[in-house]
């Protein structure tokens, strides 16, 4: 006997409310103004980028190609000196830096008044890291525990971590952190939607036979999400379309479970669903 698996999608899958409210922010400045410039693709995902060229929204490497339209600043955040040239040039800006982004800025910026030595739980080169990086004069990224274990012995420090960290990550810096910090004052600035994400992860994994994750192999956060899918579900797999899935991974299984990074949209969620329901799986009778 044949049937459906039974398929448990994240209710956190996909875009974060940052990301949409970004994209919907650069939407509506391309309707008012014919278009809107960015500094860089708005996720790290090909297919809406190319979608949002459809809609006028322009990708550009530099603020000399954003003369005749506003620029768009992007949800994980834009270095001080950006906004400084952008405002020399006179451009029109439109800031759809994520709230929670702005928080992290500002905690690092208390931290450093603090007089401590700034560290960085975060992806060596990621802008959203090196926007942190650059609200302060000298900071020190860490991205592995590796890395923490490097790190000298310090009298007073401040710790801030990239907004899309895992949290396991986080906690294993932390602790290798504190054995050598004598005055360590750390703020979780992981965002909600992130560990809402890695929690529903954690729930749906181990009573899944299989787990998909969509995503851009380019999403570093897409990439997160998998691993932690991994430890604790060795079926688990990436894909970037609902072409990828393949049905030899379903063999033997009977229930699947869906996530999604933060860079994949709705409407690709929902086309990979559609492709898992009409996998034929054996029932047991
Ligand atoms: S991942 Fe979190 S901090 Fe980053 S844009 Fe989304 S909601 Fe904001």
Same mark, same amino acid.
């Given at each position: 006997?044949?049937?459906?698996?039974?398929?448990?999608?994240?209710?956190?899958?996909?875009?974060?409310?940052?990301?949409?409210?970004?994209?919907?922010?650069?939407?509506?400045?391309?309707?008012?103004?014919?278009?809107?410039?960015?500094?860089?693709?708005?996720?790290?995902?090909?297919?809406?980028?190319?979608?949002? *060229?459809?809609?006028?929204?322009?990708?550009?490497?530099?603020?000399?190609?954003?003369?005749?339209?506003?620029?768009?600043?992007?949800?994980?955040?834009?270095?001080?000196?950006?906004?400084?040239?952008?405002?020399?040039?006179?451009?029109?800006?439109?800031?759809?830096?994520?709230?929670?982004?702005?928080?992290?800025?500002?905690?690092?910026?208390?931290?450093?008044?603090?007089?401590?030595?700034?560290?960085?739980?975060?992806?060596?080169?990621?802008?959203?890291?090196?926007?942190?990086?650059?609200?302060?004069?000298?900071?020190?990224?860490?991205?592995?525990?590796?890395?923490?274990?490097?790190?000298?012995?310090?009298?007073?420090?401040?710790?801030?971590?990239?907004?899309?960290?895992?949290? *396991?990550?986080?906690?294993?810096?932390?602790?290798?952190?504190?054995?050598?910090?004598?005055?360590?004052?750390?703020?979780?600035?992981?965002?909600?939607?992130?560990?809402?994400?890695?929690?529903?992860?954690?729930?749906?994994?181990?009573?899944?036979?299989?787990?998909?994750?969509?995503?851009?192999?380019?999403?570093?956060?897409?990439?997160?999400?998998?691993?932690?899918?991994?430890?604790?579900?060795?079926?688990?797999?990436?894909?970037?379309?609902?072409? *990828?899935?393949?049905?030899?991974?379903?063999?033997?299984?009977?229930?699947?479970?869906?996530?999604?990074?933060?860079?994949?949209?709705?409407?690709?969620?929902?086309?990979?669903?559609?492709?898992?329901?009409?996998?034929?799986?054996?029932?047991?009778?």
């Amino acid at each position: 006997m044949s049937g459906q698996l039974k398929i448990r999608v994240a209710k956190g899958a996909g875009f974060c409310f940052g990301v949409r409210d970004a994209i919907a922010k650069a939407k509506e400045t391309a309707q008012e103004h014919g278009k809107v410039y960015m500094l860089g693709d708005i996720v790290h995902n090909e297919r809406v980028v190319a979608e949002l *060229e459809q809609d006028n929204i322009k990708v550009v490497d530099s603020l000399d190609q954003a003369r005749d339209a506003p620029v768009l600043f992007r949800a994980h955040g834009t270095v001080p000196e950006l906004w400084k040239k952008a405002n020399e040039k006179d451009l029109t800006i439109v800031d759809a830096t994520c709230p929670l982004v702005h928080e992290i800025h500002d905690e690092i910026r208390k931290l450093h008044e603090e007089g401590r030595k700034l560290l960085i739980i975060g992806d060596h080169g990621h802008d959203e890291v090196i926007a942190i990086q650059a609200q302060v004069p000298d900071t020190t990224v860490i991205a592995t525990i590796e890395e923490a274990k490097q790190v000298p012995r310090i009298k007073k420090a401040g710790l801030v971590s990239q907004s899309t960290q895992m949290i *396991e990550n986080v906690q294993e810096i932390l602790g290798i952190l504190s054995m050598k910090i004598f005055d360590l004052r750390f703020v979780n600035t992981v965002c909600f939607p992130t560990r809402r994400n890695q929690d529903e992860i954690k729930s749906i994994a181990p009573i899944s036979d299989v787990m998909i994750i969509i995503g851009s192999q380019t999403s570093a956060n897409t990439k997160r999400l998998l691993e932690a899918s991994l430890r604790l579900n060795k079926n688990s797999y990436m894909v970037e379309t609902a072409e *990828e899935v393949d049905p030899e991974w379903f063999k033997g299984a009977s229930s699947v479970g869906v996530s999604a990074g933060a860079s994949s949209p709705d409407d690709l969620i929902e086309e990979v669903v559609e492709q898992l329901k009409h996998i034929n799986v054996k029932m047991e009778v």
